[in-house]
T-cell receptor
Framework: TQLLEQSPQFLSIQEGENLTVYCNSS?????LQWYRQEPGEGPVLLVT?????EVKKLKRLTFQFGDARKDSSLHITAAQPGDTGLYLC????????????FGKGTRLSVIA | EPEVTQTPSHQVTQMGQEVILRCVPI?????FYWYRQILGQKVEFLVS????????KSEIFDDQFSVERPDGSNFTLKIRSTKLEDSAMYFC???????????FGSGTRLTVV
């Protein structure tokens, strides 16, 4: 079983602060995806990273895939209350039609 | 923006009853999935479906579960005889091509009593 460990589990910060959340595994993934999930809703895709060392930016969000493709990070600059939610990472084992393995998520709360 | 639509949004059923959860994936997507999320736990893979057949299934997807794409648009998950531990949010997802990133539906909250 391939596990994706996300840290921290919970994070509460003030509006305007920066934060980084992590997604780590002992296994190599062909690609890794980040999702955001609101209560009672399905996860919404934020980004897919496929190349070791890849960095992608989505407005104030910066995603990095580790060189060895075993880990990833999500950095949010100047967090806003609208960033509040559960951030999930999910990895694909290989490039075939294999299912995603999800982490348990980091629950972020941004206080105004 | 195209959506994955799931019905019903909530279903309450008695233990031992059959339930069918319905999904309409995005029309030009090729890969379809069912996942579930027990309250407070991680999203877990159930089954993937491609070219009108199951391509992979997890240990959770035992003989009580089945999937169908009866008419080329709907994608259903059937649980034949529900158990209390089947209570969860069930999410359908579709993918235009491998590892593109899933579009998830809003889920069906199944409560078995």
């Amino acid at each position: 079983t391939q596990l994706l460990e996300q840290s921290p589990q919970f994070l509460s910060i003030q509006e305007g602060e920066n934060l980084t959340v992590y997604c780590n595994s002992s296994s190599v993934f062909s690609s890794l995806q980040w999702y955001r999930q609101e209560p009672g809703e399905g996860p919404v895709l934020l980004v897919t990273v496929v190349t070791g060392g890849e960095v992608k930016k989505l407005k104030r969000l910066t995603f990095q895939f580790g060189d060895a493709r075993k880990d990833s990070s999500l950095h949010i600059t100047a967090a806003q209350p609208g960033d509040t939610g559960l951030y999930l990472c999910a990895g694909a084992r290989n490039s075939g039609n294999t299912p995603l393995v999800f982490g348990k998520g980091t629950r972020l709360s941004v206080i105004a | 923006e195209p959506e994955v639509t799931q019905t019903p949004s909530h279903q309450v059923t008695q233990m031992g009853q059959e339930v069918i959860l319905r999904c309409v994936p995005i029309s030009n997507h090729l890969y379809f999935y069912w996942y579930r999320q027990i309250l407070g736990q991680k999203v877990e893979f159930l089954v993937s479906f491609y070219n009108n057949e199951i391509s992979e299934k997890s240990e959770i997807f035992d003989d009580q579960f089945s999937v169908e794409r009866p008419d080329g648009s709907n994608f259903t998950l059937k649980i034949r005889s529900t158990k209390l531990e089947d209570s969860a949010m069930y999410f359908c997802a579709s993918d235009p091509f491998l590892a593109a990133g899933y579009t998830f539906g809003s889920g069906t909250r199944l409560t078995v009593v």
